[in-house]
């Protein structure tokens, strides 16, 4: 059986049994630590999952050291929480959401700088060119220099949306946030500002080599795409700042815990 431990409101695991009996024997974990395994409706304390090995604990109990052979034995530091990759649909769920929360925006942007007209002088100046290419290829050339500004526009709005929003204390967007999901460097950190933005424009060749950056989501080790190869990042589930106990309340009402 495979068990889960909650500490300073992490999820840590999954672990073996006999492993965690040694490390509740050895002190390197509080009885007071709260344990879960399949089955269980609940977070119970280590103290209740295992009295035989709580009797046999030492009677006082010493956090491990960052020094202690535990940290490499059992590491219970960031390493071992960062299992719970967010999967290749539910990143793609969030992407949906994020558009629909920039479409408004954009499509204002648009008005403002003026691409509808430009693209209905475009349809005109097309017509009127018929089969004359050279006038199609001007026409094509105007409408494209009408609609740098506006593209300009949207680029740098989109831009700071998911770099601001990633690098934030939410450490997601609207749409990440709202699937449960977060970004965070590969020990599981906060990322900054300037590695939300290389992760931002590391998209644009997980699109050029025809998406495929993003479907690597679906099969790569750490569900990591080629933008968050490159900006070495991770996307996990859970939101920032969840607590154990958030985790909890969310088993009872779906009965299951999400590992």
């Known amino acids: 059986m495979e068990f889960w431990i909650g500490r300073d409101g992490e999820r840590h695991g999954p672990y073996k049994e006999v ?83 920039l479409w408004v925006p954009n499509m204002l942007l648009s008005s403002l700088f003026g691409a509808n007209q430009a693209a209905e002088t475009y349809l005109q100046a097309k017509l009127a060119a018929g089969n004359d290419v050279q006038l199609a290829l001007q026409a094509f050339d105007t409408y494209f220099q009408a609609l740098g500004p506006a593209l300009l526009a949207q680029t740098v709005l989109t831009w700071l949306y998911f770099a601001l929003c990633e690098s934030s204390v939410w450490q997601a967007t609207l749409g990440k946030r709202a699937l449960g999901i977060r970004v965070t460097d590969l020990d599981g950190k906060r990322i900054g500002f300037g590695r939300a933005t290389g992760r931002y424009f590391g998209k644009l060749l997980s699109a050029f080599i025809m998406c495929i950056g993003f479907l690597m989501v679906a099969w790569t080790q750490r569900k990591q795409g080629l933008h968050d190869m490159l900006a070495q990042t991770l996307v996990l589930n859970g939101r920032a700042g969840e607590t154990v106990a958030n985790a909890s309340n969310n088993n009872q009402r779906h009965g299951s815990i999400s590992a």
Do not use: C, M, N
């Open 19 to 101: 492993d965690v009996r040694q490390w509740l024997r050895s002190g390197q974990v509080s009885p007071d630590d709260l344990g879960w395994h399949e089955g269980l409706t609940d977070w119970q304390p280590l103290s209740s999952l295992f009295p035989d090995e709580v009797r046999a604990a030492p009677p006082a109990f010493t956090p491990p050291t960052p020094d202690e052979s535990f940290v490499a034995a059992a590491p219970f530091a960031s390493e071992a929480v960062l299992t719970d990759y967010a999967g290749f649909w539910k990143r793609v769920a969030a992407y949906i959401l994020d558009a629909l929360v």
